[in-house]
């Protein structure tokens, strides 16, 4: 897979974030998702790529191409997509809504068995210094000394549930500052990617395709995310031992969730975040921000567009 298809599937995020946009703040998450979906399923089909879908909705995925001649250049791919991460961020017109899409080699992504992973996600700077068995004062002061600054200078993002108060109590007592989010741990991984975006680690339980999807944009730069899979009940229990984790603590690294050499992953805001802007609509058109990466050449790509509506494209 020689070909950049991050800067080609940048379209489909751009596409999914315009469509989601125009139900900002309009209390219906589900029509801004399907909003998505379908940008998403038009502009997929445009791109040349026999894709499978690991995460995401398989109808999205391009019709099987028959030629594989390397002059066509089609490669073959395994897809995550998340068409719109945070439906509720959407409807209520709250921050940490984007849409993601991730691509890597075949038989790259792990398919999770259950919904909900227990994580830690760091950037370059702090990779390989975690451990997501320690304790939260442990994890912090490796933080603080891999980025040669005190506890009490880190941000540590946290989703804003019930079941992470011991967590938070722990991360208070530790004396880092911590942001309280109320969806879009996804957005939040990615920014510990992003020095500019003030966060320096995101700690507690989200969702599984979250989490591979964050390992897709952390593996591009170097980051770090480890994450253990969380069952809710004894039937998730069943189904995880089922899929061979017998050992529902063990660890999984982002290698092990992403395991191609060559990912790349492509994201766009749809409301703002500490690392992308939302959708900004203008007269006649709209303005975008994006962010590409690519793991075989460690590029980071941030991308500004300008969309003017009297001239869309055509997706054959």
Not at 16 to 21: G, H, I, N, P
Not at 65 to 89: E, G, M, Y
Not at 250 to 278: P, Y
Request: glycine share 8%; hydrophobic share 45%; proline share 4%.
């Amino acid at each position: 897979m020689e070909r950049n298809l991050a800067l080609e599937l940048v379209r489909v995020t751009e596409a999914a974030a315009l469509a989601s946009a125009r139900w900002m703040g309009k209390g219906d998450g589900e029509a801004a998702d399907r909003a998505a979906r379908e940008a998403v399923a038009v502009v997929m089909r445009s791109i040349k790529m026999n894709a499978r879908i690991v995460i995401g909705d398989a109808d999205d995925a391009p019709a099987p191409t028959k030629s594989h001649s390397k002059a066509n250049d089609i490669p073959d791919v395994d897809v995550a997509v998340d068409a719109l991460q945070s439906l509720d961020s959407v409807a209520f017109g709250r921050p940490y809504a984007i849409a993601t899409i991730a691509v890597s080699n075949t038989d790259s992504f792990l398919a999770p068995p259950v919904p909900y992973m227990n994580k830690i996600a760091v950037g370059p700077e702090a990779a390989g210094r975690v451990n997501i068995q320690a304790s939260a004062l442990d994890n912090l002061v490796a933080i603080a000394e891999a980025k040669r600054c005190y506890v009490e200078d880190l941000t540590v993002c946290i989703l804003d549930r019930d079941r992470h108060r011991e967590l938070i109590e722990n991360v208070r007592a530790a004396g880092a500052r911590i942001q309280l989010i109320s969806d879009g741990d996804l957005t939040a991984m990615v920014a510990t990617a992003v020095p500019t975006s003030g966060i320096d680690v995101v700690m507690g339980i989200g969702g599984s395709a979250e989490g591979i999807l964050a390992a897709a944009a952390l593996r591009c730069v170097g980051g770090d995310l480890q994450a253990q899979f969380h069952p809710r009940d004894k039937a998730e229990t069943d189904t995880l031992r089922a899929a061979g984790f017998a050992n529902k603590d063990r660890v999984l690294h982002a290698r092990d969730l992403v395991r191609g050499e060559n990912a790349m992953f492509a994201a766009t805001g749809v409301t703002t975040s500490d690392v992308l802007g939302g959708v900004q609509f203008v007269p006649g058109g709209a303005i975008t921000h994006s962010i590409v990466m690519r793991s075989k050449s460690g590029t980071v790509r941030h991308i500004t567009a300008h969309h003017h509506f009297d001239r869309k494209p055509v997706y054959k």
